[in-house]
């Protein structure tokens, strides 16, 4: 398990700090977590990933663990740009009967918890035999502690995943005023006002996009990433549930 600090991803007053995570870290991480579980001797039969969030790591644990019973369910937390809504909700409960079985509950990040207490009072309520969790990042602080979790992190980032990365910058873009109309500007002030070092065709592929009601990424309320801590008096703030 690794433990991350982050003096410089503190969130700011109306900026905030992000870790922008690569596809090879995230094996990394999928690795320890798999690793972790097998060694607690906990076997699961089915595997629950917390929409959208959870999907690559649910998928990566169960090829790591040999689990071929996976599935889904989706709660609604956050938007684009760490954006968090005032209250997780499960909009899409879980379709199949898990009563007797050995279940694990998946999602990228344990941020506020609030993800995760949904998810684990719906699946309880379908008794199973047990119910345990997982995530690739936990944030000290949330109201709920995955039973495994990859790293630790003990100060405040947004986590930006490989699967949000447009979602995110799109987010973030948004939100800036003025708003930056030239690729090269656009990534100059997502490095400086949220540490997010994107690639230039990345950036460029979402300002393309920007502006266009239809945008899934727009429309889309799905928790991923992480979550923004309430702003202390005299602060405003904003970003990943029980993640």
């Not at 956050?78 to 909700?89: D, F, S, W």
């Not at 000290?140 to 447009?166: K, S």
């Not at 090269?184 to 950036?203: H, K, N, Q, Y």
């Amino acid at each position: 398990m690794h433990e991350e600090s982050a003096n410089l991803c503190a969130p700011m007053k109306s900026k905030f700090r992000c870790d922008v995570v690569s596809w090879s870290r995230i094996e990394r991480l999928a690795r320890d977590l798999a690793h972790a579980i097998r060694a607690s001797g906990f076997q699961p039969d089915l595997i629950v990933a917390i929409a959208r969030g959870g999907y690559v790591p649910a998928r990566l644990l169960a090829d790591a663990l040999g689990v071929t019973a996976l599935t889904g369910l989706r709660i609604v937390h956050y938007t684009a740009g760490a954006r968090r809504q005032r209250r997780a909700r499960l909009v899409e409960p879980l379709r199949i009967a898990v009563t007797g079985q050995r279940v694990l509950v998946v999602d990228d990040v344990a941020d506020t918890g609030d993800t995760y207490v949904v998810a684990m009072q719906h699946i309880a309520r379908r008794q199973p035999a047990v119910v345990r969790s997982a995530a690739l990042h936990y944030k000290v602080g949330a109201r709920f502690v995955p039973d495994y979790y990859a790293a630790r992190l003990t100060a405040w980032r947004w986590i930006n995943y490989p699967w949000a990365r447009l979602e995110d910058i799109d987010g973030f873009l948004t939100r800036m005023r003025p708003r930056p109309v030239t690729v090269a500007e656009a990534t100059r002030r997502l490095a400086r006002d949220f540490g997010m070092r994107v690639a230039r065709t990345e950036v460029a592929e979402v300002l393309s996009g920007m502006g266009r009601p239809t945008s899934p990424r727009r429309r889309e309320t799905v928790r991923r990433g992480g979550s923004v801590p309430r702003a202390r008096a005299g602060t405003r703030s904003r970003r990943r549930s029980p993640r």
